[in-house]
């Protein structure tokens, strides 16, 4: 079985500094990995995803994540986080054997502080 | 153009009524997903439509009915629904529904209240 995890419900950080949203899965085989974020009272919006390849992700906004298959992690990072990131966000797993079983984390609320 | 839309933005409805809700996409992907978000939650999958037939229904009720009359449309028809289906109803759609590499784009959603 798959699964993904956020294990931090809670991110604050200060406007200007790095942010590092944390996710973990589980997954056998090779893993399809996805950042989406989510705005208040709004749909998901995606931010960018691995497949294979180069470990280092970028994506939307100035963000971008770590593939570590060894740690079976991928965080999600920025160097210089904005108020404007304050948001809701999710990583989400599929297995390389099932094209319609995404399987999303239980979501982290970031908040940047001015 | 990676835009999916979603109608009515907010629906308020009582158990014993029929309503409908609307997803567009016109990026011609031929895959389509219905997803139910509690508050505070992650999205749950619910229905997935792949070159407009049903390939998914992850075990819900039958008050919850979908339809996909064509590629670029897909509805859910809801029937005595209970107070407890109050979420935000999320629609999604990628290129194929083929690969697990796909991008799944969502729109805004639709907040349903059943009182």
């Known amino acids: 079985a798959q699964s993904v995890a956020q294990p931090e419900d809670q991110v604050n950080v200060a406007e200007g500094n790095p942010l590092t949203v944390k996710c973990t899965y589980s997954?056998?085989?090779?893993?399809?990995l996805f950042w989406y974020v989510q705005y208040p009272n709004r749909g998901l919006q995606f931010l960018l995803k691995?497949?294979?390849?180069?470990?280092l992700v970028k994506g939307s906004y100035g963000f971008e994540a770590e593939f570590n298959k060894s740690q079976t992690s991928f965080h999600l990072k920025k160097p210089s986080a904005l108020v404007s990131d304050s948001a809701l966000y999710f990583c989400a797993v599929r297995p390389p054997y099932n094209n319609n079983d995404m399987r999303f984390g239980a979501g982290t609320r970031l908040t940047v502080k001015p | 153009d990676t835009e999916v839309t979603q109608t009515p933005k907010h629906l308020v409805m009582g158990m014993t009524n029929k309503k409908s809700l609307k997803c567009e996409q016109h990026?011609?992907?031929?895959?389509m997903y219905w997803y139910k978000q509690k508050a505070k939650k992650p999205p749950e999958l619910m229905f997935v439509y792949s070159y407009e037939k049903l390939s998914i229904n992850e075990s819900v009720p039958s008050r919850f009915s979908p339809e996909c009359p064509n590629s670029s449309l897909l509805n859910l028809h809801l029937h005595a629904l209970q107070p407890e289906d109050s979420a935000l109803y999320l629609c999604?759609?990628?290129?194929?529904?083929?690969?697990?590499?796909?991008?799944?784009?969502f729109g805004p959603g639709t907040r349903l209240l059943v009182l």
């Open positions: 997954v056998s085989g090779n893993p399809y």
């Open positions: 691995y497949i294979t390849g180069d470990n």
């Open positions: 999604a759609s990628s290129q194929r529904g083929y690969w697990p590499q796909e991008t799944q784009y």
């Open positions: 990026m011609g992907h031929r895959a």
